[in-house]
């Protein structure tokens, strides 16, 4: 059983990589906040009672799975606005500024920092990119097996599929990833 | 940027050093999320310490620990048990009493 502390102590560690990984499937800033947000409160309600060496696989599926949530939700939400906005009369005032939907290509979800070097900067920029650009179930693999570190084992139960297929996702992921950041002149070497 | 190496290795460098130097807008909205959470943990029953071990040893309103109050409250149950079953055998006579209405007292019950 873990208490307050230790749970306060993990959901510290995992917070911010929580909410880029969020950031990098969802591309947007505020619903990664609330998807993070969610997937703690789930955490603490349904398994806070829980040994904290349980925390990391648990919270990585709930990461997941409320990421994925979200992304039904909003095509829910898309097939409403698209089926009605075809219906509703054009006014001039309502057309879209194209300046709304303008994104800094370069740096999507985070400010470049003055502090970091201009080459790590750029780096970050273009892996960042490159993992925006790839399929959700090779990004989440992707990210699981080579950020969070876990094994094959552990990724597919947190992604709900065979091992087999995390292996395939990852190898697809990292060829993907390889070609995008060929055309920055960046090569990728896997280690595996 | 040319002929740049990225091994996985770096990749997990890279991505460490973006959590890091979130801005602080973010890091605060984070951390707010985070106490709003561990609003909604799952309490922990009063009779398990905070490693899960049974608590026994704790102490009544009065001072006197629980362990003593659960022995002196078993040792009154066994004397209470004890003692009915005493009463209960020794003023038992039923027996009897269906054997006197039954004309099937045995011979010795006649003899003095």
Redesign the interface.
């Given at each position: 059983?873990s208490?307050?502390e230790q749970?306060?102590d993990f959901?510290?560690s995992v917070?911010?990589?929580a909410?880029?990984q969020a950031a990098y499937a969802v591309r947007d800033?505020h619903a990664a906040?609330d998807i993070?947000?969610d997937s703690?409160?789930k955490?603490?309600?349904?398994?806070?009672?829980k040994a904290a060496a349980e925390f990391p696989m648990l919270f990585q599926r709930i990461l997941q799975n409320t990421i994925r949530d979200h992304y039904r939700r909003l095509k829910v939400r898309t097939l409403w606005t698209t089926l009605f906005s075809s219906l509703a009369p054009r006014h001039e005032e309502q057309e879209q500024d194209p300046l709304d939907t303008l994104q800094d290509k370069t740096n999507p979800s985070?400010?470049l920092?003055p502090d970091?070097s201009l080459?790590?900067a750029?780096?970050?920029a273009?892996?960042?990119e490159a993992l925006i650009a790839l399929p959700t179930r090779q990004r989440e693999a992707f990210?699981l097996r080579?950020?969070e570190?876990l094994n094959t084992a552990e990724t597919a139960s947190v992604m709900g599929c065979s091992e087999g297929s995390v292996k395939q996702h990852c190898s697809r992921a990292t060829h993907a990833l390889a070609e995008r950041?060929k055309r920055?002149?960046?090569?990728?070497?896997?280690?595996? | 940027?040319?002929?740049?190496?990225?091994?996985?290795?770096s990749?997990?460098k890279?991505?460490?050093?973006?959590?890091?130097?979130?801005?602080t807008t973010?890091?605060s909205?984070?951390?707010s999320?985070?106490n709003?959470?561990?609003?909604?943990?799952?309490?922990?029953p009063a009779w398990?310490d905070?490693?899960?071990i049974l608590v026994l040893a704790t102490r009544s309103r009065h001072g006197i620990p629980f362990w003593a109050l659960s022995i002196l409250l078993a040792a009154g149950l066994l004397l209470g048990t004890a003692t009915y079953w005493q009463h209960a055998t020794e003023h038992d006579h039923s027996d009897i009493d269906i054997a006197i209405l039954t004309d099937d007292l045995p011979v010795d019950a006649y003899i003095d």
């Open positions: 059983m208490s307050r749970l306060s959901l510290a917070e911010r990589r909410f880029k800033d906040l993070v947000q703690m409160i955490l603490a309600e349904k398994y806070g009672d985070q400010p920092q970091a080459e790590q750029q780096l970050l273009a892996l960042e990210l080579y950020w570190d950041l920055k002149g960046i090569s990728l070497q896997n280690e595996e | 940027m040319k002929n740049k190496h990225l091994t996985n290795d990749i997990r890279l991505l460490d050093h973006a959590t890091v130097h979130l801005d973010t890091a909205h984070l951390r999320a985070r709003r959470a561990l609003a909604y943990q799952a309490p922990r398990l905070r490693h899960g």
